[in-house]
Structure formats: structure tokens, C-alpha cells
């Protein structure tokens, strides 16, 4: 049978998205009466789970690349984020909410990428949340054994001569990586180099994007 | 090497052999933000931990990972750990399940339209 959006408007009589137009699923009923059971109990309200939902939505790759970006061209802010990455993020303003946050710095000499083995810790208040492969069992199982061959499929390849240092996240401690500052971008502005560091170059499977002539 | 059979649990992934990394990437549906920030607002309000719900998802199994979906399974968890935690009983949850179900055959119309 030919799939027809005109059976599945909704009351408001517009298409539901392509996601959510599928068969009501059991876990999606779970959730449903979940949240609704939460709400009943006064234990949360509809208000703040879509306030909840509107924050996460605000979270971005942009938070943490205005992070890196500050401690390019700042060396004191560089020394405190290095020394307290939870700290120094609050003092530009950024929900880091109770995870400890370390940064961990790319030198012409060392790599640094991140992983979580054992599930996904990520940093989400800095990154937004996590693309699906870092949750993969792929990216899970080879980074902590074959570090090189990994960032080889991200377009990644490093000289031989080059430390790469894998971090394995936990539930209380997540990481961030500041990538090395591309050459020529001296007379960038601060919000000019946010606009090079990218999510993956945060992660480690990446590097700063080099600036457009 | 056995894997299976070096002391470690499933879940303990770290230098196992695995296939090329997968870069397809889905957008978020309202049902899975729901989640996350039911995980969020619930543990902020101590009903559980982050490790709380990481010990159901480690003991639903293998077999959960590999057949349901990353919301999937973090739902099945908060679900656990709110009963366990007495913020709603089972028979309540199934009842609510019940009528939820009833109201029609989209996530759409059985979150009434939300």
C-alpha cells in the first residue's frame, strides 16, 4: 500500500514530521505516560520539560568553539580553563551544570581525542548533544586500540612523530579538546576564530577548520 | 581473543574489535528530547543518578543495545528507576499505559496532539 501523509495529519490537520509518522511505539507509550504520571504527581510540569527541552536545543558546538576561541587569544583565560574547565566556562556565562570538565590542549606534539567506552559522556552543556557515532560501538571500541586508524576515517591523519593521547570519559568527568589555532589567523577576531573550531575538533576526531582567504 | 569471557561486562567496549564508524546522524524527534529532559529534571530532582541510570542500561544487556534505539532504552531506564525510587508504582504506570495506548495509533494523537 502506497504510503499516504493524508492518513496521518494530525488533529491541527498539518502532516506529523517524517520521525514521528510511524505506529505509536511501546517505549514511546512508556514515555508518554511517564511524563504524564510526573506531571499528575506534581513532580515536574509540562512548562518545564519544554523549558528543559529548549535549553538542550540552545546548546550547541558554538558554546564550546566561543570557549576555545577565548582561550586562543586570552593566555590567563587559557591558564584557568586548563586548570579548572567547569570554572573557567562559568565565568563566560555557560550552564556546565555538575560535571567536572577537564580541557585538554593540542600542541604541535600531541593529539588529544576522546571516547566514552563504557557509555556516552559527553559534554553536552559544551557541545550540545552527542552525534550518533560517538555513542557507536565502533568509535566505543576501536579509539582506546587504534587511535590513528580511527581519526584516518575522519579525513584525520597525523605525522607518525605526533602523541596522540585517547581519553576515556565517565559519568562525572567529561572532556573537551582545544584544538591547535590554525596559522595565518593572527588578525582574527575572537568571534572569527569560534567560527573555525568545529564539534569534531572539540572531540579530537577533528581539526580547527583553516581560514578562507 | 574471547571477549566474552575476560571479565569484563558487556557494556565494557574499550580495544574490542568493531567495524568502520558509521557517520549517519538522525535529528532528534519531540519523543526523544522528551526523554532526555525527563532524565535531566528527574535526576536534578534526586529521584536518581547518572549511575542509577546507567546500571539498568547496563543490565538490560547486550541485546538491548543492539535491538532497541539510545531513547529506547534510556526510557526503559528512567521508568526503573522511578518506581524503584517510589515516584510512581507499576500499577500505576500500566494503567496510564493503558489510556495513553487507547487514544490512538501516532505518537501524535496519543500525546494528544502535544
Known amino acids: ?213 | 581473543m574471547d571477549t566474552k569471557t575476560d571479565g569484563r561486562r558487556w557494556h565494557d567496549m574499550g580495544g574490542q574489535d568493531a567495524g568502520p564508524i558509521c557517520d549517519d546522524q538522525h535529528d532528534f524527534s519531540l519523543w526523544e528530547k522528551r526523554v532526555d529532559a525527563l532524565m535531566v529534571l528527574c535526576s536534578g530532582k534526586g529521584y536518581f543518578t547518572v549511575d542509577g541510570l546507567r546500571r539498568v542500561l547496563e543490565d538490560m544487556g547486550e541485546e538491548a543495545f543492539e535491538t532497541m534505539s539510545y531513547y529506547e532504552r534510556w526510557i526503559a531506564s528512567i521508568n526503573q528507576n522511578l518506581v524503584e525510587s517510589g515516584a510512581y508504582t507499576t500499577e500505576e504506570l500500566a494503567a496510564q499505559m493503558a489510556e495513553v495506548k487507547a487514544r490512538g495509533a501516532t505518537y501524535g494523537d496519543a500525546s494528544l496532539g502535544k
Not at chain 1, 123 to 150: F, I, M
Request: hydrophobic share 40%; proline share 7%.
Open chain 1, 1 to 213: 500500500m502506497p504510503h499516504d501523509h493524508h492518513d496521518h495529519l494530525s488533529p491541527s490537520g498539518h502532516p506529523y514530521r517524517a520521525d514521528d509518522d510511524t505506529p505509536l511505539s511501546y517505549w514511546q507509550t512508556m514515555e508518554i505516560a511517564v511524563r504524564e504520571l510526573l506531571v499528575e504527581k506534581d513532580i515536574t510540569t509540562a512548562e518545564e520539560i519544554n523549558a528543559q527541552i529548549d535549553a538542550m536545543d540552545a546548546r550547541s558546538p558554538a558554546i564550546g568553539a566561543a570557549v576555545v576561541a577565548r582561550a586562543w587569544c586570552d593566555p590567563e583565560f587559557k591558564i584557568r580553563l586548563l586548570a579548572d574547565a567547569s570554572a573557567a566556562s562559568r565565568e563566560m556565562g555557560f550552564d556546565i551544570g555538575p560535571m567536572h570538565l577537564i580541557a585538554l590542549e593540542n600542541t604541535a606534539d600531541t593529539h588529544n581525542i576522546v571516547v566514552c567506552t563504557l557509555c556516552s559522556c559527553y559534554p553536552r552543556n559544551l557541545l550540545g548533544l552527542p552525534p550518533d557515532w560517538y555513542k557507536s560501538r565502533a568509535y566505543r571500541s576501536r579509539t582506546v586500540k587504534e587511535p590513528r586508524k580511527v581519526l584516518s576515517e575522519f579525513g584525520v591523519t597525523l605525522p607518525d612523530r605526533m602523541r596522540i593521547r585517547v581519553h576515556d570519559s565517565t559519568a562525572d568527568m567529561r572532556y573537551v579538546v582545544i584544538p591547535m589555532r590554525p596559522k595565518g589567523t593572527e588578525d582574527l577576531s575572537q568571534d572569527a576564530l569560534a567560527a573555525l573550531v568545529t564539534r569534531d575538533s572539540m572531540i579530537g576526531t577533528g581539526i580547527a577548520t583553516a581560514p578562507t582567504a
